[in-house]
C-alpha cells in the first residue's frame, strides 16, 4: 500500500513531463506588439514545460529561458520600407480605408518578408525536428500553412485582435453582419441596429471581402512558390480548413460585441498580463502601504525624456503633483536630475507598472497612452489621466476617455491649470473608477484566466492530434450553400411556378365559365 502511494507521489511528480511536446511558435510579422502577445502564450506553455521553438523576425519582448529561439530579421531594404509603413500607419487616426488601401499598395514589403524567412536557411533549420504542433500569428501569412503540412502537425492560428472575418472563415465562425460592428462601425451594447448602421456594415463587409478576394490571390502565388514543389500538396484551401483552432486577443463578454463563437475559436485576450502580481520592490511597497490618501502611478514610457518635451513643461507636472494628499511613484531615468524633491513623491528609473497598478492603493495611472498599460490599468481597475503625443498613443487615449475610464489631454498641451484639473477631476469623481472597475470584473470573470484557456486548448490539441472534430460544418460550404441561396431560389422558383399554374387555371375556369353563360344568354335570345 505503502509502495502504491509512493508510486502515486511520484507519478505526480513526474507528471509534468507528460507536458513535453515539440511545439513551434512561428511569429513572423513585423511588430513587437503582436509578438509580445504571441510570446505571452509560448512563454506560459515553456513553463509548463513543452519545448518550445519560436520563429520571429526580432528578438521578442517577452522570453522565458528554456525557448529556443530562431531570429531571421529582414533585409535592410525591407525593413527601411516597413518601418515607414508603421509610422504611416501609426500617425494616422481613424481613417480605416486609407490604411487598407495603404495596406494594399504598400504591404508587399510585409507580406514578401514573411515569405523570405520561410526561405531562409536559419528558418529551413526547423524541419530537422520532429514537431507536434505549430502556432501560426496570422498577418497576411497564411501560404506559411504550408510549412505545417511539411511537418504534419496540426495548426493553431493566433490573432492579435478580435475575431475578424478571415478568422471567422477559417473556423467557420457566423460573420453575423446584421448586428457584429466591422471596423469603425458604433453599435452599442443593447442597441436595436438601425436599417442605416446595418447597411453601413454590409457595404464595409463588401469592401473587405473584396480586398480579401485580392490578398488571397497574392497568398495562393506565394503558396505555390514556397511550396510548389511539394509532392501531393493540397491546396491553401485544404490547409486552412485543416486549422485546429484559433485564438484571439479579446473578451468580447466585457468588450463587446456580444456575438456567436464556434467552438475552435478561443479568446485569450489579456494573456500579456499576470494574474498574480509578484511581491514589489520594498522600497515602492513600503512607499505605497503608508499612502494614507492613495497612491498616483506616472509613467510617460520614454516620451518625457525626448527633448520634444520642455522643462518648463516636467515644472509644470511637478508642482501639480507635489501639492497632491496622494503619494506618487515617477517613472524618472536620471536620478540626479529629478524634477524636485518632494516627501510624497518617490523617482524610479525602472519599475514594475503591473505589479504597481495591482496594488490596492493605487488610485489613479498617469500614463503615455501606450496600448500596453492601457490594458493593464482596465485589468486592474484604475482610472487614468493620458497624456499621449504619437503614434497610436492619441487614439488610445481617445477610446480610452470615450470609454469613461479618465481623461486624455494631450501632454505638448499640459498647464499646471488643465493638469491639475484633470487629475482631481478623475481622483474626485467617482464615476471613472465605477466605469473601469465594472469592466475589471466582467474582465476577470472568466471560466478560465487567459492563461488556462491557452495551456487547456493547446493540450487538448496536441491530446486529439489535431481538432477535427470541434471542425464546423460551414468551413466547407461556399457563401451561396451557406446563405441557403440556392434554397431560396429554389423555393421562390417553385412558388412563381405555382403562381403562374394557378394564373393559368384561374383564366381557363374563367373563360370556361364566361363561354358557357355566353352561350346560354345566347339560347335565351333566340327562344
Ligand atoms: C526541443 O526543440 C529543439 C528544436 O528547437 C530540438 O532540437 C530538441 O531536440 C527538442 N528537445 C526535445 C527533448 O525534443
Ligand atoms: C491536417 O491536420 C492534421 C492534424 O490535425 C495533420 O496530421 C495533417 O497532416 C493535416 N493535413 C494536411 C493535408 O496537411
Not at 533585409?75 to 516597413?82: L, N
Not at 487567459?450 to 464546423?472: C, E, F, I, K
Not at 429554389?490 to 411556378?497: P, R
Amino acid at each position: 500500500m505503502g509502495g502504491f502511494r509512493f508510486l502515486f507521489v511520484l507519478l505526480l511528480a513526474v507528471a509534468p513531463a507528460a507536458y513535453g511536446a515539440n511545439i513551434l511558435g512561428l511569429f513572423s510579422s513585423h511588430s513587437q506588439s503582436h509578438l509580445i502577445l504571441h510570446m505571452s502564450m509560448m512563454k506560459a506553455l515553456a513553463e509548463q514545460g513543452h519545448n518550445i521553438t519560436v520563429v520571429s523576425m526580432m528578438k521578442p519582448k517577452v522570453m522565458h529561458k528554456s525557448i529556443h529561439l530562431i531570429v531571421v530579421p529582414p533585409s535592410d531594404e525591407k525593413e527601411a520600407i516597413m518601418e515607414n509603413q508603421m509610422t504611416e500607419m501609426a500617425n494616422q487616426k481613424n481613417s480605416i480605408y486609407d490604411t487598407m488601401i495603404r495596406l494594399l499598395n504598400g504591404m508587399s514589403a510585409m507580406v514578401e518578408s514573411q515569405v523570405d524567412l520561410i526561405t531562409d536557411p536559419r528558418f529551413q533549420r526547423i524541419y530537422e525536428t520532429k514537431f507536434d504542433l505549430m502556432f501560426m500569428g496570422f498577418f497576411m501569412n497564411d501560404f506559411q500553412l504550408g510549412v505545417a503540412h511539411k511537418l504534419q502537425v496540426p495548426v493553431i492560428v493566433a490573432w492579435m485582435s478580435a475575431p475578424m472575418f478571415v478568422i471567422d472563415d477559417y473556423v467557420g465562425n457566423p460573420s453575423e453582419i446584421s448586428y457584429v460592428p466591422i471596423l469603425g462601425t458604433v453599435m452599442k451594447r443593447g442597441e436595436k441596429v438601425a436599417f442605416g448602421k446595418r447597411l453601413e456594415n454590409f457595404v464595409k463587409n463588401i469592401f473587405f471581402r473584396v480586398i480579401g478576394v485580392i490578398f488571397n490571390q497574392r497568398a495562393e502565388r506565394h503558396y505555390k512558390q514556397l511550396f510548389g514543389n511539394e509532392p501531393n500538396l493540397p491546396s491553401i484551401e485544404q490547409l486552412r480548413r485543416n486549422i485546429s483552432m484559433v485564438f484571439t486577443n479579446c473578451h468580447l463578454i466585457s468588450e463587446g460585441p456580444i456575438r456567436p463563437l464556434v467552438p475552435a475559436h478561443a479568446e485569450i485576450g489579456g494573456i500579456q498580463i499576470k494574474e498574480k502580481p509578484d511581491p514589489l520592490p520594498e522600497d515602492i511597497a513600503q512607499f505605497l502601504d503608508g499612502a494614507e490618501h492613495g497612491g498616483v502611478l506616472l509613467s510617460l514610457g520614454s516620451n518625457i525624456k525626448s527633448s520634444a518635451v520642455k522643462p518648463e513643461l516636467v515644472q509644470s507636472m511637478f508642482k501639480v503633483l507635489s501639492s497632491l494628499k496622494q503619494r506618487v511613484v515617477w517613472k524618472w531615468e536620471d536620478l540626479d536630475n529629478t524634477p524636485g524633491k518632494s516627501a510624497n513623491i518617490l523617482y524610479k528609473k525602472w519599475l514594475p507598472q503591473d505589479d504597481i497598478l495591482a496594488h490596492p492603493k493605487i488610485k489613479l495611472f498617469i500614463t503615455h497612452a501606450g496600448k500596453g498599460g492601457i490594458t493593464e490599468a482596465q485589468y486592474h481597475g484604475v482610472p487614468m489621466v493620458a497624456l499621449p503625443i504619437f503614434g497610436d498613443q492619441p487614439a488610445n487615449a481617445d477610446n480610452m476617455q470615450k470609454s469613461g475610464y479618465g481623461i486624455a489631454q494631450d501632454l505638448l498641451q499640459l498647464t499646471e491649470e488643465n493638469f491639475g484639473a484633470s487629475i482631481n477631476e478623475v481622483l474626485g469623481n467617482e464615476k471613472y473608477k465605477k466605469a473601469i472597475g465594472g469592466f475589471s470584473q466582467l474582465y476577470r470573470d472568466r471560466p478560465l484566466s487567459a492563461r488556462q484557456t491557452v495551456l487547456y486548448w493547446t493540450n487538448y490539441v496536441l491530446r486529439h492530434h489535431g481538432a477535427p472534430h470541434l471542425q464546423s460544418p460551414s468551413v466547407h460550404l461556399n457563401w451561396v450553400e451557406y446563405l441557403n441561396v440556392d434554397i431560396y431560389i429554389l423555393v421562390a422558383t417553385v412558388l412563381t411556378l405555382l403562381l403562374l399554374l394557378n394564373f393559368v387555371i384561374v383564366r381557363f375556369i374563367v373563360r370556361k365559365l364566361a363561354g358557357k353563360s355566353q352561350k346560354s344568354s345566347k339560347k335565351v335570345k333566340k327562344q
